[in-house]
């Protein structure tokens, strides 16, 4: 990068990762372990449609000294499209603990589905290939690794690019609930709803800008600005989404596994420009006023 741009450093909070209870490559403990080692203090595990892993973690926070938020990764739809909404700081509630487990029988059920696919094209076993212990249901994810394993494909990406994508001859139409609703589940568990990393869906500006819009509208209140794979010129269009929409800013390395690439806190700055999402938690920890302010619960670890 140019003096302009700045590399990539260590940030002590990072708002987005993943445990083995989604589609992780560490257990939620070692994921926090490894969190401490690279100076994360503060950290959110996101897994996708689950809180399966944050008990472990927080107890592993606790022995660490890592403040642990409790948080999760909800895939929802919009207009067609597949977007993620990160919650953070949810309690239990018995709309959001159900809204989950409607989500795992939703993956549970595409799993079935692809794995079907796959058998008719010659490709059989894969469910079972894919289903672990049976405690947390298989993505897309898990069956790339299992082509792989297979030699039915080189990689990952001509996993997807043959069978998982949109265009895959193994795809399976996504029954997620809608936008709004998983924001309705993660403020009624008492959380922040987060637009996960904007720039990763395809869409035009305009279409960008229409999505922050539905996201305000069903009570989203922040953005990822920074992620383990924004460009600088995406940092600052982020900005622009954040001040545009009225959004708090968070940042998160999407962190799945090493040798990815990407590693736990290891984030561009996020700028002075936009009011950090994370100073939420530090507001609720320091007995400050929080979310409380504005007449809406604080975070607070699960």
Not at 228 to 248: F, K, N
């Amino acid at each position: 990068m140019s003096p302009g741009n700045p590399e990539p450093g260590t940030a002590g909070t990072d708002l987005h990762m993943h445990s083995t209870a989604s589609d992780g490559a560490l257990p939620p403990a070692e994921l926090v372990h490894r969190a401490a080692a690279l100076g994360v203090s503060r950290l959110a595990l996101t897994d996708h449609d689950t809180t399966a892993g944050v008990a472990e973690a927080v107890r592993a926070g606790e022995a660490a000294g890592v403040e642990v938020v409790a948080g999760v990764e909800l895939s929802t739809l919009w207009c067609g499209r597949e977007i993620h909404v990160v919650g953070l700081g949810m309690a239990h509630h018995p709309v959001f603990d159900q809204g989950l487990a409607y989500q795992q029988q939703q993956r549970w059920q595409r799993a079935e589905a692809i794995a079907d696919r796959l058998h008719k094209r010659g490709l059989p076993g894969a469910l079972q290939g894919v289903a672990g212990d049976g405690e947390r249901a298989p993505g897309r994810s898990h069956f790339a690794d299992w082509l792989v394993a297979q030699g039915a494909v080189r990689d990952r990406p001509q996993a997807f690019k043959r069978y998982l994508g949109r265009q895959g001859s193994a795809w399976v139409r996504p029954a997620w609930v809608s936008l709004d609703t998983g924001v309705r589940w993660i403020r009624l568990a008492g959380g922040i709803a987060v637009l996960a990393h904007p720039f990763a869906y395809r869409m035009t500006g305009a279409w960008r800008r229409r999505l922050c819009t539905a996201f305000v509208e069903a009570g989203g209140e922040a953005v990822e600005v920074v992620t383990g794979r924004t460009t600088p010129v995406q940092v600052r269009d982020g900005i622009g989404l954040a001040l545009r929409h009225g959004l708090l800013a968070s940042a998160g390395s999407d962190f799945h596994a090493p040798g990815t690439g990407l590693e736990p806190g290891r984030l561009l700055p996020l700028p002075d420009a936009v009011a950090p999402v994370s100073q939420l938690v530090r507001d609720h920890r320091d007995g400050g006023p929080g979310r409380a302010a504005s007449g809406a619960p604080g975070i607070r670890p699960r």
